[in-house]
């Protein structure tokens, strides 16, 4: 099953990934949620839902 693509006023996740690498080489990250603001289309870029 293929989602639509994300529209004005939907909420997202995403993954924040923080810099710089830690010590151990490994980069931070955090899970987050995001209200889209403004979307555009995208020509050649992609896009995917979390876990899909």
């Known amino acids: 099953m293929q ?3 994300p529209r004005v006023g939907d909420i997202v996740p995403y993954v924040s990934h923080g810099t710089p690498a830690r010590e151990n080489g490994r ?3 955090a899970c987050r949620t995001a209200i889209v603001t403004k979307a ?3 020509r050649g870029g992609t896009w ?5």
């Open 3 to 5: 989602h639509p693509p």
């Open 27 to 29: 980069q931070a990250y």
């Open 40 to 42: 555009v289309e995208l």
């Open 48 to 52: 995917h839902w979390a876990g899909h």
